[in-house]
């Protein structure tokens, strides 16, 4: 994806939550480890929110901060969209699984906060401030969860 605008950034990061969503739903359904089939499950579940309230943030955000450039960021940091010797997440352990998630939150947190320190207005400085949250407490929400579904085994 050709990114300029912090609008595009927010079209990447909502497709990517929800190309993630529908891979770890396909991948829930062939992987034979029954943990990790919960786990995929539930972490989808997160992706798929995400996805929808990224595209909420675009729709409801400030047209001047959506329309403000930021490819000089991506010209010399591109995201990174897989890890793990790109294995299917359906080979993945667990706690592999949980690493590729947090790996990848992690990528899109940097990205934000990056763009953050170089906000050139207000209204992209609040937007930014709010997709760093939003980014963070899920990733939080979403390793508590899995925690929890782990016990269960």
């Given at each position: 994806m050709h990114t300029e605008t912090l609008r595009?950034?927010?079209?990447?990061?909502?497709?990517?939550?929800?190309?993630?969503h529908d891979c770890m739903v396909r991948c829930?359904?062939?992987?034979?480890?029954?943990?990790?089939?919960?786990?995929?499950?539930y972490l989808a579940k997160h992706e798929e929110k995400l996805a929808h309230l990224i595209t909420n943030?675009?729709?409801?955000?400030?047209?001047?901060?959506?329309?403000?450039w930021c490819r000089e960021h991506f010209e010399k940091k591109p995201v990174i969209q897989h890890?793990?010797?790109?294995?299917?997440?359906?080979e993945l352990t667990p706690d592999e699984l949980l690493?590729?998630?947090t790996?990848?939150?992690?990528?899109i947190i940097d990205l934000y906060k990056t763009l953050l320190a170089k906000a050139p207005i207000p209204a992209m400085t609040e937007l930014l401030k709010q997709l760093v949250a939003l980014e963070e407490h899920e990733i939080q929400s979403m390793m508590q969860g899995a925690n929890q579904v782990g016990e269960v085994y």
């Open positions: 595009d950034a927010l079209d990447w990061t909502s497709k990517f939550h929800s190309d993630l829930s359904e062939q992987t034979t480890n029954e943990r990790s089939s919960m786990l995929l499950d943030f675009k729709q409801q955000g400030d047209t001047h901060a959506l329309n403000t890890s793990l010797n790109d294995r299917p997440l359906a690493e590729y998630v790996f990848h939150h992690s990528q």
